[in-house]
């Protein structure tokens, strides 16, 4: 069994174009921090960038170079594809899909989804929020999910719609017969989190992460938490952003 780690990125953004690369954090950009982030924490595991044939992603591969990961450019729009294809070219049975537009990724809990996935032999592994959706449905913006590559193909046989081309894994949630999924509890401090957003998609997010990251870049999520639960203003202006934007 390989496990892969793959981030999706691109720059066509349209809520916050280039978004990847704009000075976010010591002259870096979330893509560059993200990248080092996960080679510090997972040095001997397969870090793949996946991002588009557009022109205007050749900067996002320049990035993966200069860190020495690899990358995999595949269609804008049919991200499942890009996915399927990501892994195959890479050798990856289960894959850790990552959301570049995560500054705030909570890293431990990566670990623990790689285990269970393997572990299980599962197609797909999350955690869940208090409603019991995977948290990849949230504003929370901490926390990835794993599926195998057997899994993606599965949906790619199942379904040609746009959206589930789109929104990689919906299509394997929403059909819980045709797969073996796994959903975990979150920790206890992630409680009353539904107004709490750490998931960067306009100018206003951008800001408002910057602040944070600046005061919160070495401290756990739990840290992160607790100061947002206890900041009146700060979830006033993320629950703005989240009735924006609901997903």
């Given at each position: 069994?390989?496990?892969?780690?793959?981030?999706?990125a691109?720059?066509?953004?349209?809520?916050?174009?280039?978004?990847?690369?704009?000075?976010?954090?010591?002259?870096?950009?979330?893509?560059?921090?993200?990248i080092?982030?996960?080679?510090?924490?997972?040095?001997?595991?397969?870090?793949?960038?996946?991002?588009?044939?557009?022109?205007?992603?050749?900067?996002?591969?320049?990035?993966?170079?200069?860190?020495?990961?690899?990358?995999?450019?595949?269609?804008?729009?049919?991200?499942?594809?890009?996915?399927?294809?990501?892994?195959?070219?890479?050798?990856?049975?289960?894959?850790?899909?990552?959301?570049?537009?995560?500054?705030?990724?909570?890293?431990?809990?990566?670990?623990d989804?790689?285990?269970?996935?393997?572990?299980?032999?599962?197609?797909?592994?999350?955690?869940?929020?208090?409603?019991?959706?995977?948290?990849?449905?949230?504003?929370?913006?901490?926390?990835?999910?794993?599926?195998?590559?057997?899994?993606?193909?599965?949906?790619?046989?199942?379904?040609?719609?746009?959206?589930?081309?789109?929104?990689?894994?919906?299509?394997?949630?929403?059909?819980?017969?045709?797969?073996?999924?796994?959903?975990?509890?979150?920790?206890e401090?992630?409680?009353?989190?539904?107004?709490?957003?750490?998931?960067?998609?306009?100018?206003?997010?951008?800001?408002?992460?910057q602040?944070?990251?600046?005061?919160?870049?070495?401290?756990?999520?739990?840290?992160?938490?607790?100061?947002?639960?206890r900041?009146?203003?700060?979830k006033?202006?993320?629950?703005?952003?989240?009735?924006?934007?609901?997903?």
């Amino acid at each position: 069994m390989k496990t892969g780690l793959i981030i999706q990125a691109r720059k066509g953004s349209t809520r916050l174009p280039n978004k990847m690369v704009l000075p976010f954090f010591n002259g870096k950009g979330v893509l560059e921090l993200l990248i080092e982030k996960l080679l510090q924490q997972f040095p001997k595991e397969q870090i793949v960038l996946a991002t588009t044939t557009n022109a205007h992603d050749d900067e996002l591969e320049a990035i993966s170079k200069k860190k020495q990961i690899n990358c995999y450019r595949g269609s804008e729009t049919n991200v499942l594809q890009r996915f399927v294809k990501a892994a195959e070219a890479f050798g990856t049975e289960y894959i850790i899909r990552i959301c570049a537009d995560n500054p705030f990724l909570d890293i431990p809990h990566i670990h623990d989804l790689i285990s269970e996935i393997e572990k299980g032999d599962f197609d797909y592994v999350s955690y869940k929020t208090e409603n019991g959706l995977p948290t990849i449905k949230s504003h929370l913006g901490l926390f990835t999910e794993a599926v195998s590559l057997a899994a993606l193909k599965k949906v790619a046989q199942y379904t040609n719609e746009v959206f589930y081309q789109e929104h990689v894994t919906n299509f394997i949630y929403e059909n819980p017969i045709h797969f073996k999924i796994k959903l975990l509890e979150l920790p206890e401090y992630m409680d009353d989190t539904e107004t709490i957003r750490l998931t960067l998609d306009t100018k206003e997010d951008f800001k408002l992460y910057q602040e944070l990251f600046f005061s919160f870049q070495n401290k756990n999520t739990k840290n992160i938490m607790d100061f947002i639960k206890r900041d009146k203003n700060l979830k006033e202006r993320m629950t703005r952003e989240i009735n924006r934007h609901t997903k």
